[in-house]
């Protein structure tokens, strides 16, 4: 039996080395995309393009445009009296923020200690408009408390021994090192692709040439064809998950906190349950272009719905079922809880209680599926 | 011209039999529509969070009733040790720990300087800072009621141009439309005419009285037609059930989504010419066209923040441009007066990727 299995795989082995699609997807897909996808995902606003309407043209408003070019968020492009000009540079894209300084505002900040300023952000999107807003709302902060000093100095021994301080702790990164927060994620949503998609696209390959009616009517079991099809696949997405997480290590400088043991261990049942849903999608599919298409469709919801680029908190109540179904979030998840909180055994039992389950799920699903096809 | 017709209704059915890529086809802008219009967002909400209450007086007590009462946070565990407060951490439980010191209360009424301790799970670093900022604000707020405290000073009035509520479809409507007409356009004609090869049937095509152009037209012309009923059926979805409306001019919209459509047909061409095999033609669509796009086009991520030979790269992409041209005109309303030079470009990537479809073609058939 383990003889008629250990030729299925060494010939998979074999035709798989014969593609060199495949191999670049395996060696190469993993180094472009983990050093790819940090640099673009950043979140980190720099540059802001700003246009200032100042109607005052004073000491305070001058002082006010000085701190807000210091901060390094912003980068003043514009510098005008008119309101409508900035707007029009604002809809031709050149202009992320307008900052509106009123007439009497000098005067104002000195005799009534209150003032308003306009701000008018560009906000086709959203995320990025709302961080602008709180970048310059807390340069407006620092500007009120150092004017609120220069008109009563008297305030300053006074301000030194009260109020309330907040001490700001980043635990499990205390560098503040952004690439973390993206880095391991990336990584084992990585495995998933293509673990899922080689095994995929590999069976059904074997379907549309027509190889699968030869091995159907041959005297092999379907439980070792299925197993000579799924071990060399884990096996290579074992070595591209390796392969990832040298770059971490090595490129991105992610020191591992937890155990590689556990690590590899919850890596290789992820994958298991990740392959399965490549071979469900595979069995239910005639062509290529069929499974691709499935794989794809459910991938971009996994990855969307996965908690790597939005919170899994802030989604609706509905998509948060979807969240907890998704085999990717408890992937992304574990890898960081391991690699960087140093998390154990029985902090991650929810993760494979799933995954274990999803795995049974699947495999026994396209097992049965499979004999009633054939 | 009749050839032609009779082809193209024989690649048509040929598409349409094939229902499960179609419900994909056709399932993927829909669910992606939704799913960016009302389940994802970036705002910060429920976020767990944990409690080290040391002092456990009056002042404390209020603080976290106040906490208790956002909608930002959900105080779901009081913790009595830092040790217990390490373990929620890395059992994934709490996002932030709020450390209030035992002397907090006597601090705060004797005048003297009070601390409290605010820990974040670092390692998601884009949350952290966020519910960071919240935090803090509501413990300001908290300390100005508590020793009445007027604010003073500048404040903003802000103004959210194009967006009031800041809601996540303004942006991802272009986006799923460049995203998914690529998709279309690059990735099925790429496989479709490869498939021809590898099972051997193009051949047969090439030895018979057709011209080679036609074959290809007819190739491309479903998926062309199945492209416009998709990028329609966003649109309608986005008018009705995101509540978005298109400000700027449709025909202008149709017109420039011709010349994308085509420009990624062309480029699925090109791609299917120059490999063998469905795997090889899928990995360069895939690598060399959508994992760009999601990630270098500005949908997903500003590119400002992008080193510059990453934004370089996004400047090829066509969807890039398209994404440019769509937020302007349906979000904006703006008229070809400001996207006149995006549009230069995309006809520009169009002429050149014709010039390289013909040039190649000519030379596989010799």
């Known amino acids: ?374 | 011209m009749k050839q032609l017709i009779t082809f193209v209704k024989k690649e048509f059915w040929h598409v349409l039999r094939d229902k499960r890529t179609l419900l994909v086809l056709f399932g993927m802008p829909v669910v992606q529509v939704l799913l960016f219009g009302f389940a994802l967002s970036t705002e910060v909400k429920n976020t767990k969070i944990g409690v080290l209450d040391q002092d456990k007086s009056q002042n404390s007590i209020e603080l976290i009733s106040k906490i208790k009462a956002n909608q930002y946070f959900d105080v779901d565990k009081n913790l009595r040790s830092i040790d217990e407060a390490e373990d929620a951490f890395k059992g994934g439980k709490i996002k932030m720990l709020l450390v209030i010191p035992a002397q907090f209360a006597q601090d705060i009424n004797s005048g003297k300087k009070a601390q409290l301790q605010l820990i974040t799970d670092g390692t998601d670093i884009n949350m952290a800072n966020q519910i960071y900022n919240f935090m803090s604000n509501i413990i300001m707020d908290f300390y100005g009621q508590q020793t009445m405290q007027p604010k003073s000073g500048v404040q903003p009035e802000i103004r959210m141009l194009y967006n009031p509520q800041l809601k996540g479809a303004p942006n991802f409507v272009p986006g799923v439309m460049a995203l998914i007409l690529l998709i279309i356009c690059v990735l099925m004609t790429a496989i479709a005419i490869v498939r021809e090869k590898e099972m051997g049937t193009m051949e047969v095509l090439l030895v018979s009285p057709m011209k080679p152009y036609i074959i290809i037209l007819a190739k491309a012309i479903p998926y062309f037609i199945l492209s416009m009923i998709i990028l329609v059926s966003i649109l309608i979805l986005s008018v009705t059930v995101l509540d978005l409306p298109i400000k700027g001019s449709l025909l202008l919209l149709f017109g420039i989504s011709i010349i994308f459509i085509i420009t990624n047909l062309l480029l699925g061409i090109v791609i299917s010419i120059v490999t063998d095999s469905q795997q090889t033609a899928m990995l360069i669509a895939l690598v060399g066209t959508m994992l760009p796009t999601i990630m270098l086009s500005g949908f997903m991520f500003p590119v400002e923040n992008m080193p510059l030979p990453l934004q370089m790269i996004g400047n090829v992409i066509p969807a890039k441009w398209y994404y440019e041209i769509a937020k302007n005109i349906i979000i904006k309303g703006t008229g070809l007066e400001v996207i006149w030079k995006h549009v230069l470009v995309l006809i520009g990537m169009m002429l050149v990727l014709f010039v390289i479809a013909v040039k190649k073609f000519k030379i596989r058939l010799e």
């Open chain 1, 1 to 374: 039996m383990f003889r008629t299995l250990f030729i299925l795989i060494k010939k998979e082995f074999l035709q798989i080395f014969r593609n060199k699609s495949i191999l670049a997807i395996i060696f190469v897909m993993p180094v472009i995309q983990l050093v790819i996808l940090p640099l673009a995902a950043n979140y980190e606003i720099k540059d802001i393009k700003i246009a200032v309407v100042d109607h005052d043209k004073s000491t305070q408003s001058r002082e006010l445009i000085r701190k807000i070019t210091a901060s390094g968020y912003f980068k003043i492009m514009d510098y005008g009296e008119n309101y409508n000009d900035a707007y029009q540079e604002v809809e031709k894209d050149k202009i992320d923020l307008i900052l509106e300084i009123p007439n009497n505002f000098e005067k104002d900040l000195v005799r009534e200690n209150n003032d308003k300023v306009l701000i008018a952000i560009n906000a086709i999107n959203g995320t990025k408009a709302g961080l602008s807003a709180s970048y310059l709302g807390q340069i407006l902060q620092n500007y009120n408390q150092q004017i609120q000093l220069e008109m009563n100095p008297e305030l300053e021994t006074v301000k030194k021994n009260s109020g309330l301080e907040i001490v700001p702790k980043f635990w499990f990164n205390e560098t503040y090192n952004y690439r973390l927060s993206l880095v391991p994620g990336i990584l084992a949503f990585l495995v998933t692709l293509i673990g899922g998609y080689l095994t995929a696209l590999n069976i059904v390959e074997e379907k549309e040439i027509g190889t699968i009616e030869q091995i159907n009517v041959s005297p092999i079991k379907k439980r070792d064809f299925i197993l000579g099809k799924l071990i060399p696949f884990w096996i290579l997405s074992m070595v591209a998950f390796t392969i990832g997480l040298l770059v971490t290590i090595f490129v991105y400088k992610i020191q591992m906190q937890g155990s590689y043991l556990l690590l590899y261990a919850f890596i290789s049942v992820y994958l298991i349950a990740i392959l399965g849903m490549g071979l469900l999608a595979s069995v239910y599919s005639d062509t290529q272009q069929q499974s691709m298409f499935m794989v794809f469709f459910f991938m971009m919801i996994f990855i969307l719905m996965s908690g790597l680029f939005t919170p899994t908190e802030s989604m609706t109540d509905w998509a948060k079922y979807i969240a907890y179904l998704n085999p990717v979030t408890y992937g992304v998840d574990g890898v960081r809880l391991i690699m960087l909180k140093d998390s154990g055994l029985m902090d991650l039992l929810p993760h494979f209680g799933f995954i274990i389950g999803l795995a049974i799920v699947v495999i026994s699903w396209s097992v049965l599926r499979y004999h009633k096809t054939s």
